[in-house]
C-alpha cells in the first residue's frame, strides 16, 4: 500500500472514522429523570445503532482509503472497493440522522412522549461524524482541492535515489556512462583479433544520447510497461511519489520505481520534475 497515493478527502474520511469512533463510547440516550447513579448505555451497546451507524461507517471510511492506496483497483462484484465505501458511508449517514431523530423507535407510542429519552451524546456526535464522512467520499472526486496529495512529495535531497543499490547499471546520476555494457567493446576487439566482423545491429529505441536521469512525480495514477513491449503493466505510478527517468525513448520514458522495478512510461503528459 501507498500512502502517499492518498489525498486531503482521504484524511478528513480519516478523521471522520476517528471521530466516530470516539462518539460509540459516550451515550446513546439522554433522560433527564434518570437518579444520577443510572449509567445510559453507549453506542457499543444498541444493536441497530452499531450495526448501522457505527461499524458501517468504520467499514466505509476502510474501503475509502483502502481503495486509494492499494497499487490495483481491487473489485467485489463488480464494484471498485471505493463504490463500496461511499455507499456504506451515505448509508450509516442515513441511519444516524434516523436514530437521532427518533432514538427510541416504536417506543413512544407506548408511553407519554415527554417522557421518552431523546439522543444522548454519542448519538449526536456519530451523526456529526458520518455525514463528514459520507460527505467527503462523495466529495472528494469532484472537488480538486480534495484531490491534493495527504503527504507532500518530499524533494530528492542527494543525487543518488537509492543509496542501498550498488552503483552500477545506467540511470543513476553520478554513475560512469560506461557502465551500461561496460567491457563488450573490448571482448569483441579481442576475439576478433583482426577479423572483419559484422556491425552489431542496432538496438530498437535506442536512449537519447544528451539524456540526463532526472525525479518526477505523475499528476495522475498511470501505468509502467514492460522494457519488452509487453501489454501487461509491471508496476503503476501513482501521485505523490517521486520517480526516477533513467532513460527516454522516443516520447516515453523508461522509469524506476523505488522498489527497483524499471518499466516504459508511455505517457509522459502533465509530469512535474524534480
Same mark, same amino acid.
Given at each position: 500500500?501507498?500512502?502517499?497515493?492518498?489525498?486531503?478527502? &482521504?484524511? =478528513?474520511?480519516?478523521?471522520?472514522?476517528?471521530?466516530?469512533?470516539?462518539?460509540?463510547?459516550?451515550?446513546?440516550?439522554?433522560? &433527564?429523570?434518570?437518579?444520577?447513579? +443510572?449509567?445510559?448505555?453507549?453506542?457499543?451497546?444498541?444493536?441497530?445503532?452499531?450495526?448501522?451507524? =457505527?461499524?458501517?461507517?468504520?467499514?466505509?471510511?476502510?474501503?475509502? +482509503?483502502?481503495?486509494?492506496?492499494?497499487?490495483?483497483?481491487?473489485? =467485489?462484484?463488480?464494484?471498485?472497493?471505493?463504490?463500496?465505501?461511499?455507499?456504506?458511508?451515505?448509508?450509516?449517514?442515513?441511519?444516524?440522522?434516523?436514530?437521532?431523530?427518533? %432514538?427510541?423507535?416504536?417506543?413512544?407510542?407506548?408511553? &407519554?412522549?415527554?417522557?421518552?429519552?431523546?439522543?444522548?451524546?454519542?448519538?449526536?456526535?456519530?451523526? =456529526?461524524?458520518?455525514?463528514?464522512?459520507?460527505?467527503?467520499?462523495?466529495?472528494?472526486?469532484?472537488?480538486? @482541492?480534495?484531490?491534493?496529495?495527504?503527504?507532500?512529495? %518530499?524533494?530528492?535531497?542527494? %543525487?543518488?535515489? /537509492?543509496? @542501498?543499490?550498488? %552503483?552500477?547499471? /545506467?540511470? /543513476?546520476?553520478? @554513475?560512469?556512462?560506461?557502465?551500461?555494457?561496460?567491457?563488450?567493446?573490448?571482448?569483441?576487439?579481442?576475439?576478433?583479433?583482426?577479423?572483419?566482423?559484422?556491425?552489431?545491429?542496432?538496438?530498437?529505441?535506442?536512449?537519447?544520447? &544528451?539524456?540526463?536521469?532526472?525525479?518526477?512525480?505523475?499528476?495522475?495514477?498511470?501505468?509502467?510497461?514492460?522494457?519488452?513491449?509487453?501489454?501487461?503493466?509491471?508496476?503503476?505510478?501513482?501521485?505523490?511519489?517521486? /520517480?526516477?527517468? +533513467?532513460?527516454?525513448?522516443?516520447?516515453?520514458?523508461?522509469?524506476?520505481?523505488?522498489?527497483?522495478?524499471?518499466?516504459?512510461?508511455?505517457?509522459?503528459?502533465?509530469?512535474?520534475?524534480?
Amino acid at each position: 500500500m501507498n500512502i502517499r497515493s492518498l489525498t486531503r478527502g &482521504d484524511g =478528513v474520511v480519516i478523521g471522520a472514522a476517528l471521530l466516530l469512533l470516539i462518539a460509540s463510547f459516550f451515550d446513546n440516550l439522554s433522560y &433527564d429523570d434518570l437518579p444520577g447513579d +443510572v449509567d445510559m448505555p453507549n453506542l457499543w451497546e444498541s444493536g441497530p445503532v452499531l450495526l448501522s451507524v =457505527v461499524l458501517a461507517g468504520l467499514i466505509a471510511a476502510g474501503l475509502v +482509503v483502502a481503495a486509494r492506496a492499494l497499487p490495483q483497483p481491487r473489485k =467485489v462484484a463488480g464494484l471498485e472497493l471505493g463504490a463500496f465505501g461511499v455507499a456504506f458511508a451515505v448509508f450509516a449517514a442515513w441511519s444516524a440522522l434516523g436514530n437521532v431523530i427518533d %432514538p427510541v423507535g416504536s417506543l413512544d407510542n407506548i408511553t &407519554d412522549g415527554s417522557k421518552s429519552p431523546s439522543a444522548g451524546t454519542g448519538l449526536i456526535l456519530a451523526l =456529526v461524524a458520518t455525514l463528514i464522512l459520507a460527505g467527503a467520499a462523495v466529495a472528494t472526486p469532484l472537488v480538486p @482541492a480534495l484531490q491534493a496529495p495527504l503527504i507532500p512529495a %518530499p524533494k530528492p535531497a542527494a %543525487p543518488q535515489p /537509492y543509496g @542501498a543499490q550498488p %552503483p552500477q547499471g /545506467y540511470g /543513476y546520476p553520478g @554513475a560512469p556512462a560506461a557502465s551500461f555494457g561496460g567491457g563488450q567493446p573490448q571482448q569483441a576487439q579481442a576475439f576478433g583479433q583482426g577479423t572483419p566482423q559484422a556491425a552489431p545491429a542496432p538496438q530498437q529505441q535506442a536512449p537519447a544520447a &544528451d539524456f540526463s536521469p532526472f525525479w518526477f512525480a505523475v499528476p495522475v495514477t498511470r501505468p509502467l510497461f514492460a522494457e519488452d513491449g509487453s501489454p501487461s503493466p509491471v508496476a503503476e505510478l501513482a501521485p505523490g511519489t517521486w /520517480y526516477l527517468a +533513467v532513460e527516454q525513448r522516443g516520447g516515453a520514458l523508461v522509469a524506476q520505481t523505488q522498489d527497483g522495478r524499471r518499466g516504459v512510461l508511455q505517457d509522459t503528459s502533465g509530469i512535474q520534475r524534480g
